[in-house]
């Protein structure tokens, strides 16, 4: 059964940075689009960007140009850098393959103060 582990989450202040890893295990990432997503408090998961087998890229336009969603295959790793963070984007972030979502991961916590 394919398991995502999501890890790069933290504590930032307002403005800060922080890049986010999942580690999809017993699956190959190479052939599937792939999402970040977030649950923040009293609120429901939402998608935030994607990328596509072929590289391609969709985020909400709350985090355009803030966020970037990349993708390692040899690694079987995707990646959220995100700049410019604020206190909306306080939330439990979680990797999934987009539409046919296997197993949700624990998820890492950003928190970010003001």
């Known amino acids: 059964q394919v398991q995502l582990v999501e890890s790069g989450g933290g504590l930032v202040q307002a403005g800060g940075s922080l890049r986010l890893s999942c580690v999809v295990l017993?699956?190959?990432?190479?052939?599937?689009?792939i999402g970040w997503y977030r649950q923040a408090p009293g609120k429901r998961r939402e998608l935030v960007a994607r990328?596509?087998?072929?590289?391609?890229?969709n985020c909400i336009d709350s985090v355009k140009g803030r966020f970037t969603i990349s993708r390692d295959n040899a690694k079987n790793t995707v990646y959220l850098q995100m700049n410019s963070l604020n206190v909306e984007d306080t939330a439990v972030y979680y990797c999934?393959?987009?539409?046919?979502?296997?197993?949700w991961g624990q998820g890492t916590q950003v928190t970010v103060s003001s």
């Open positions: 999934n393959r987009f539409i046919y979502n296997y197993a």
């Open positions: 017993r699956g190959v990432i190479s052939r599937i689009e």
């Open positions: 990328i596509a087998s072929g590289g391609a890229t």
